[in-house]
């Protein structure tokens, strides 16, 4: 019951963010983007008591992902560049912890990516083409840190994908479909970061924050069905 009513907690804190964007409510911003993935973890904690090791990894990813959300509060309030950089970093962190736990599931046995390679081309496409995209309207300083960070993005997109055949076809299924939301969410960041023209910015922030959270519960929908 507890479990329950943190998740439901969770989607209305999710549904008053939307709002908050879509009306430009700035304080309701701050009150609510914050505390979106504290209320998943702590949902995640009620749901499994932490109990295996995927579990303690995303729970840390979860952590670091409302470091994330804050810093980058401040970036779209007109901050300095540091704060994107600082956000760029906690949510780096998110996904190695994402990546840790999905990797090595079964010790001994490969996994879907280990087996079959030419699955994992795709995104690793996916993730060099939207660099070439954007290279050139990166600032020279933040360059190293772009490519750093969608480098370890691709791989925690990886390792998901190679738990299929190890893990139970919804949890993988449902994982699998929260990583790829996370993903989209991630490029269009970055579209609205260094193609600022392409998207309005109330249609960018809508489409993020949607993408973000559906794709961070799928994930700890997923991890919640861990055995």
Same mark, same amino acid.
């Given at each position: 019951?507890?479990?329950?009513?943190? /998740?439901?907690?969770?989607?209305?804190?999710?549904?008053?963010?939307?709002?908050?964007?879509?009306?430009?409510?700035?304080?309701? =911003?701050?009150?609510?983007?914050?505390?979106?993935?504290?209320?998943?973890?702590?949902?995640?904690?009620?749901?499994?008591?932490?109990?295996?090791?995927?579990?303690?990894?995303?729970?840390?990813?979860?952590?670091?992902?409302?470091? &994330?959300?804050?810093?980058?509060?401040?970036?779209?309030?007109?901050?300095?560049?540091? /704060?994107?950089?600082?956000?760029?970093?906690?949510?780096?962190?998110?996904?190695?912890?994402? #990546?840790?736990? /999905?990797?090595?599931?079964?010790?001994? =046995?490969?996994?879907?990516? %280990?087996?079959?390679?030419?699955?994992?081309?795709?995104?690793?496409?996916?993730?060099?083409?939207?660099?070439?995209?954007?290279?050139?309207?990166?600032?020279?300083?933040?360059?190293?840190?772009?490519? =750093?960070? #969608?480098?370890?993005?691709?791989?925690?997109?990886?390792?998901?994908?190679?738990?299929?055949?190890?893990?139970? %076809?919804?949890? /993988? &299924?449902?994982?699998?479909?929260? =990583?790829?939301?996370?993903?989209?969410?991630?490029?269009?960041?970055?579209?609205?970061?260094?193609? #600022?023209?392409?998207?309005?910015?109330?249609?960018?922030?809508?489409?993020?924050?949607?993408?973000?959270?559906?794709?961070?519960?799928?994930?700890?929908?997923?991890?919640?069905?861990?055995?």
């Amino acid at each position: 019951m507890r479990s329950n009513i943190l /998740f439901g907690v969770f989607v209305l804190c999710g549904l008053i963010n939307l709002w908050a964007e879509a009306t430009s409510n700035v304080t309701l =911003v701050f009150i609510s983007k914050p505390l979106l993935m504290i209320l998943l973890g702590l949902w995640l904690w009620s749901k499994t008591n932490l109990r295996t090791r995927l579990q303690k990894f995303t729970f840390g990813a979860l952590i670091f992902s409302c470091g &994330g959300d804050t810093l980058l509060m401040f970036v779209e309030q007109g901050g300095g560049e540091q /704060f994107f950089l600082f956000g760029l970093g906690s949510f780096l962190i998110a996904h190695i912890f994402y #990546s840790l736990g /999905f990797w090595g599931r079964r010790e001994g =046995v490969r996994g879907f990516v %280990q087996e079959q390679p030419v699955w994992g081309i795709p995104l690793i496409l996916y993730g060099a083409l939207l660099l070439i995209y954007l290279y050139s309207d990166i600032p020279d300083p933040m360059k190293v840190p772009v490519i =750093v960070y #969608s480098s370890v993005i691709v791989l925690m997109a990886l390792t998901a994908l190679n738990l299929s055949g190890l893990v139970p %076809q919804q949890m /993988f &299924g449902l994982i699998m479909a929260g =990583v790829m939301l996370f993903v989209f969410s991630d490029t269009l960041i970055a579209l609205s970061k260094f193609k #600022s023209g392409q998207l309005s910015p109330l249609v960018a922030r809508l489409l993020i924050m949607s993408l973000y959270i559906s794709g961070q519960a799928l994930i700890a929908k997923g991890v919640a069905l861990d055995k």
